[in-house]
């Protein structure tokens, strides 16, 4: 199945200049919903994995599904101040000022294997945030996965130290 067809593209959204990748076209079929998971099953292969960690918001709907397929717990990574037990915190940089991203300072073990997954590696600032969290933690990261990759982005470069696979490449 042509995963493609089920991405629609706003232009302009959420600010001019942004080709917005949007996959609730994709997450509302079922039956490409299916593929898309098989497709990213089979990215990960038969690597062991303990842990999904997926970025909110977007990266939760395939996570989620990805952890139960794979046997494996599911951690998110969240926007400061929505975890509420303690936490670590990873300062990134936006085109125009700074975010962060956190997680719970429990959610991984030391040496645990941990896939990373979000919807869409643009810049590659918010998935190199996750990174660090992880690592920080004491995870192993075995994979970043994610369902598009926004290859004119160059996101791929903050990425360098781990494999990086997608299923679409715009
Ligand atoms: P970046 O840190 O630039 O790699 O941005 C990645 C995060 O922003 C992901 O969590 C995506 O959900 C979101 N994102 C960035 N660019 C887009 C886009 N063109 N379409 C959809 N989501 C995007």
């Known amino acids: 199945m042509n995963l493609s067809e089920y991405i629609r593209n706003i232009e302009d959204f959420p600010k001019t200049g942004v080709h917005f990748k949007d996959i609730t ?6 039956e490409a919903t299916d593929s898309c998971i098989r497709q990213l099953l089979a990215l990960v292969g038969t690597q062991k994995i303990d842990k999904v960690v997926a970025i909110e ?9 990805l952890a ?8 998110p990574i969240r926007k400061p101040g929505k975890l509420p037990y303690k ?8 085109e125009y000022g700074m975010d962060a991203l956190e997680i719970h300072e429990d959610a991984i073990k030391k040496g ?17 945030a996750a990174c ?39």
């Open 112 to 128: 645990e294997r941990v896939l990373l997954h979000d919807d869409v590696l643009a810049t590659g600032g918010t998935a190199r």
């Open 87 to 94: 936490t670590l915190k990873e300062p990134y940089e936006l």
């Open 25 to 30: 076209p994709l997450l509302a079929n079922s």
């Open 57 to 65: 918001s977007r990266g939760f709907f395939f996570g989620t599904l």
């Open 68 to 75: 139960q397929k794979l046997n494996a717990g599911f951690i």
């Open 132 to 170: 660090n969290l992880i690592e920080n933690l004491g995870g192993v990261i075995v994979q970043c996965n994610f369902l598009i990759e926004l290859e004119f982005l160059d996101g791929i470069k903050k990425l360098q130290s781990h494999t990086v696979k997608s299923l679409l490449k715009y």
